[in-house]
Every structure is written in C-alpha cells, then in structure tokens.
C-alpha cells in the first residue's frame, strides 16, 4: 500500500502553517510526516525545533517533521530511511513556489512512485488578498489552477459580496476543485483527503463555460467522460499521442477509468509531461462504472481531446 502524500500550497499569509497545528492537534487517527521548506519558517511546535537531529522532529500524537532544506526528495528520502512509522505525508511549500515541480517528483520517480501515491494538492487562498494577488502574481494562478481542493481562509475578515466573487473566480479558473470555506480557520480534518473526482462534473464544468465565457483568462478545465468501457492499450495511446505530447499546455490532468476486463478501477493523473495510471481498488456494486477525465491547463479546447477519448472505446 502507497504512502498517499498532501501538497499544501497557497500564497504567502494564506494560512499554511495555522493549517499544519491545526491538523495536528486535532488529528488522532492518523501518523503524519510533514515535509517543509525551512526550520525557520515553521510554528509547529517551536521548542521542539532547537533539539532536531538529521533533520528529524518527533511532534505531538506520534507525527514527525523534516526540513526540505530545499530538496524536498532529499527529505523524502530521510523519511524512507527513517524508522518511523507514518500514514500520509504533507509537504508545505513556500508561499511563492510554483507547486508543479513537486508533484511531478512523485509522478516520474519511480523511487518515490513505488512508495508514495499523490493523493490531493490542496491550495489555500486567502479571502481578503486573493483577487489581488491573483492579478499581479503567475505563482498564486497556478498555485490555483492545479489544486485539487481549495480552502478559503480569512472569510470572517469579508463581506457576503467578497467571499462570493472569490468563490465564483476559484470556480471559473478550477471548476473540478473542491472548495472548503474555513470560518474562523474551523474546518474537518477528513475533508482534505482521499477527494476523489467530484460527482457532479457536468453541473461544475457547465458554470466554469458560461464563467470563462466572459473571462480573458487562458486557463481552461475540460471535462471528459464515457460510459463504455476503455481499452486499456487504446488509453496507453491516447495518453501518449493527446496528453503528453501537449504537455507544455497541461497543468494537470486526472481520472478514474473503467477499463474493459478489469474488475478494478485505473486512476490516473499527471502533471506536464510526467503521469501515472495505476489499477486502485475493486469498483464497489454501487458505484456507476464509468470513465471521468478532468484536463486542466492553457488554452486547450474539447474538440482537441474529446473525439481521441472517445476512441479508446474498447
């Protein structure tokens, strides 16, 4: 079983480090590795960061920390290496970083891909600066356009109006996001993991249309899907011919696949030019068998992908 990982990102003040404490003082079911970019940078538990040693700190409820020290593999690795015992990890990037390349570590490192899955990439925006930061900075619109779920932060700093146009704008820009309103910082600790495909796509994607028909953003979330049964070589082909050869306009890309003779479900997901598509677990007797692609990334078009998709109809 595949150690799945959490990439929390978002802009400077946006509330990354008061997430961390919070999760770790209320989580009690699960052991957590938390991966950041500097000692210095972090509040967690700051008595406990004078005595680390190789890089390692033992936090409340049995969680570990270990500073990237600006190689984030390297750190990961020192977690392998480590006898400690842990259920996810969460690496916090800095607020300016361009999270991308750090998913993609866990995408084409067969290393890491043995061990770790990518399980969310969780961005955090904050209500009060996101319009502006959104405006004058590339970081914060890719920080957004990949996330798989977003949390708005701050919101009791905001008026009724405020909050909606930032949530109307996370949803024009990454309508497949699931979108967490913290008020007050409160929010539950299952709601950012294991977030699967959200279940109503059609409804998401038909509001980001009628949203990015009046924006200039060229950042654009195309929603895939069939109901046939795939070839699981014709998905190898498509993969390779449609997605990855475009891979200089994919910001990220996602899906769960029904693959003809497979009582199993296939997930997959990329980032660029990197992906993975892995057998998961059996498809349950209540689930509709069907394949969802979510494409995220730069001036992409359905018409581009959608007759390829189809195509890999078994």
């Not at 970083?97 to 866990?106: E, V």
Request: proline fraction near 4%; charge should be negative.
């Amino acid at each position: 079983m595949r150690i799945p990982v959490t990439i929390l990102t978002g802009f400077l003040g946006a509330g990354k480090t008061t997430l961390l404490n919070r999760l770790l003082n209320e989580n009690t079911d699960q052991k957590f590795a938390i991966i950041v970019n500097e000692f210095g940078d972090v509040g967690i538990d700051g008595g406990l960061l004078d005595g680390a040693k190789n890089g390692l700190i033992e936090l409340n409820g049995g969680a570990i920390c270990c500073a990237a020290m600006g190689d984030t593999v390297k750190a990961i690795t020192s977690l392998l290496a480590s006898d400690k015992n842990f259920d996810r990890v969460i690496i916090e990037t800095t607020g300016l970083a361009d999270p991308l390349p750090l998913a993609k570590a866990f995408i084409n490192r067969p290393s890491l891909e043995k061990a770790f899955s990518l399980d969310a990439i969780t961005t955090l925006v904050d209500a009060n600066t996101f319009l502006e930061r959104l405006a004058d900075t590339e970081e914060a619109g890719k920080q957004l356009a990949i996330a798989d779920i977003v949390v708005i932060t701050k919101s009791d700093l905001v008026d009724a109006a405020r909050l909606l146009a930032v949530g109307n704008k996370i949803t024009e820009l990454n309508p497949s996001a699931k979108i967490i309103i913290a008020v007050r910082g409160g929010l539950k600790v299952e709601e950012l993991f294991n977030t699967p495909l959200p279940a109503d796509t059609e409804r998401l994607h038909a509001k980001a249309a009628e949203a990015q028909s009046h924006s200039h953003s060229n950042i654009t979330s195309l929603h895939l899907r069939e109901t046939a049964p795939l070839d699981l070589a014709k998905v190898s082909r498509f993969i390779g011919e449609h997605l990855v050869i475009n891979g200089d306009r994919l910001l990220r890309y996602k899906g769960i696949f029904d693959i003809a003779g497979r009582p199993e479900r296939f997930v997959f997901q990329g980032v660029g030019f990197d992906f993975e598509l892995l057998p998961d677990r059996a498809w349950l007797p209540t689930e509709i068998r069907q394949s969802d692609l979510i494409l995220i990334g730069t001036q992409i078009q359905k018409p581009e992908f959608a007759p390829a998709f189809t195509a890999c109809i078994s």
